[in-house]
């Protein structure tokens, strides 16, 4: 596993999380925003850009959101 993709539990619904949607894998959207959004995994901030690991799935933090992404980690 990457050093900058960094191992989380799974979400626990108790926690605040972000949506997780998934790959966006062939599809374009463009939004632009002044600020950086940040991301929410078990009550832990993310700033955009992180990227975590659950069960071997990677995800990454995008205006807000998780994205699950096609690469294992």
Known sequence: ???DIKKVDP???AKK???VIESVRGQ???MIRDEKS???WNDTEFPEGSKV?????TYECQMARWIKLDEEC
């Not at 690991?53 to 799935?57: E, F, L």
């Open 17 to 19: 999380n972000s949506d």
């Open 11 to 13: 979400m626990n619904a």
């Open 38 to 40: 940040m991301c929410h």
């Open 1 to 3: 596993m990457s050093e």
């Open 53 to 57: 690991c659950d069960n071997g799935v």
């Open 28 to 30: 374009s959207t463009v």
